[in-house]
């Protein structure tokens, strides 16, 4: 029933490592976003996708991939992780109408911790 | 460029009382408004949000909020608070891009319920 899953919801690694999280969505979205929670909770948008393409990509290091296998899924990839990656990652989808009216649905987080 | 403020970063309130919990805005173009709730350790999700029509917009758990187009605000209220309300509530104001939905939040408000 989950409507937006990520895994895993716990992260905790060494600097340099490279991880993934993954996230799926079953509402027959076609837009899915990927969100960076700090530890002051500001929450800022990293990536959005839509059907598989790449629609926004705000200012964010290059060692942060995205990739979307197929619209329900859109994954994050990290490399050389340093310690300023810890914070809470958040996955969300939204139909992407393209008016801006959507509701977005969150998943439960992923918190990263890099030690 | 858009922004928004939210005025209040905690906000302790007994329960039962009324609470207000204020958001500003800024925008050169045409938004939409929202209004999300964040519970410990979990997800964000809708409480409500302003799209056109009637200024008074009423959401989910008893919370309402009031668009001031003058004002640039859109303030959410509850008249009495329960001890389950407890959470971190975020403002937000949404643009279209493209096929997605770009939105951009506010610092949020923690509100705490004392019995």
């Known amino acids: 029933d989950t409507a937006v899953s990520q895994t895993p919801k716990y992260l905790v690694t060494q600097m340099g490592n490279d991880k993934s999280i993954k996230c799926e969505q079953n509402?027959?979205?076609?837009?899915m976003y990927w969100y960076k929670q700090d530890s002051k909770k500001f929450l800022k948008i990293m990536f959005s996708?839509?059907?598989?393409?790449?629609?926004i990509n705000e200012t964010v290091p290059n060692r942060f991939s995205p990739k979307s296998p197929d619209k329900a899924h859109l994954n994050l990839h990290i490399n050389s992780l340093e310690l300023g990656d810890s914070a809470v990652y958040f996955c969300?989808?939204?139909?992407?109408?393209?008016?801006?009216?959507?509701?977005?649905?969150f998943g439960p987080g992923t918190r990263l911790t890099v030690l | 460029a858009q922004s928004v403020t939210q005025l209040d970063s905690q906000v302790p309130v007994f329960e039962e009382a009324p609470v207000e919990l204020r958001c500003n805005y800024s925008?050169?173009?045409?938004?939409?408004l929202f209004w999300y709730v964040q519970y410990p350790n979990q997800g964000l999700q809708l409480l409500l949000k302003?799209?056109?029509?009637?200024?008074l917009v009423k959401g989910i758990n008893g919370f309402e909020a009031e668009f001031n187009k003058s004002q640039t605000s859109f303030h959410l209220r509850k008249p009495s608070v329960h001890i389950s309300d407890t959470a971190e509530y975020f403002c937000?104001?949404?643009?279209?891009?493209?096929?997605?939905?770009?939105?951009?939040f506010g610092s949020g408000t923690r509100l705490s319920i004392r019995p």
């Open positions: 969300a989808s939204s139909q992407g109408v393209g008016t801006g009216s959507d509701t977005q649905y």
């Open positions: 509402l027959g979205h076609d837009t």
């Open positions: 996708y839509n059907n598989k393409e790449l629609i």
């Open positions: 925008s050169s173009v045409s938004v939409y």
């Open positions: 302003y799209l056109s029509g009637s200024t």
């Open positions: 937000a104001v949404s643009v279209p891009y493209s096929s997605a939905s770009k939105i951009i």
